[in-house]
């Protein structure tokens, strides 16, 4: 994806592990506790063109990848820990995001609070060109979701896990039509463009 030319902010350099931190807990402010039983281990970069949270459901570890390519972008990636912090709530060991989560968690890092309105702006574009990430998030947007009711889902979720929300639970969440329900159960396929 294109990032946006450096501006100030970008300038300085900041601890990933922290912004992950305040990102997760701002994220269980709004949506409810993630699962503790899961040790965040230290984030560190890797060589995908994506970042990623990889989780081992043995060991209860999650630790969050970077894109390398994104490494002298502040934005860029303080943009993809608010991402990935929405996954860190419920992991699961998987590559194949249910579309609600995914939508969920672009809508939540395209707002975080470091992410500014130039860009957000600056990102939309070639955000609309990676269907793994801009498809669900047009759909999870046609919920027009509160915080409230992502909470509820997650309370409600079996095992409180995004991953395992199924289509009545959406329906009765949030009043939603059968048809965005199936296509927010849809799953990203097992690679990433």
Not at 20 to 27: E, R
Request: with cysteine.
């Amino acid at each position: 994806m294109r990032r946006p030319r450096a501006s100030q902010e970008d300038i300085v350099p900041f601890d990933f592990d922290d912004e992950l931190s305040k990102a997760i807990a701002h994220y269980e402010d709004r949506f409810g506790e993630r699962d503790k039983r899961f040790h965040i281990l230290p984030v560190a970069f890797h060589g995908r063109p994506y970042a990623q949270s990889i989780v081992d459901d043995h060991q209860f570890t999650v630790a969050v990848r970077l894109n390398v390519a994104a490494q002298h972008h502040d934005l860029s990636l303080k943009y993809q820990l608010w991402h990935e912090a929405v996954h860190c709530l419920a992991p699961v060991n998987s590559m194949r995001t249910l579309w609600f989560e995914e939508g969920l968690a672009v809508q939540c890092c395209m707002y975080a609070p470091p992410i500014n309105r130039q860009y957000r702006k600056a990102t939309e574009p070639s955000l609309k060109r990676h269907r793994d990430w801009s498809d669900p998030w047009q759909a999870f947007k046609k919920l027009k979701a509160t915080d409230e009711q992502i909470r509820t889902i997650h309370e409600r979720a079996p095992e409180r896990k995004f991953d395992l929300i199924t289509q009545d639970l959406i329906i009765d969440v949030f009043e939603a039509s059968q048809e965005l329900a199936d296509t927010l159960c849809c799953r990203l396929g097992d690679t990433r463009a």
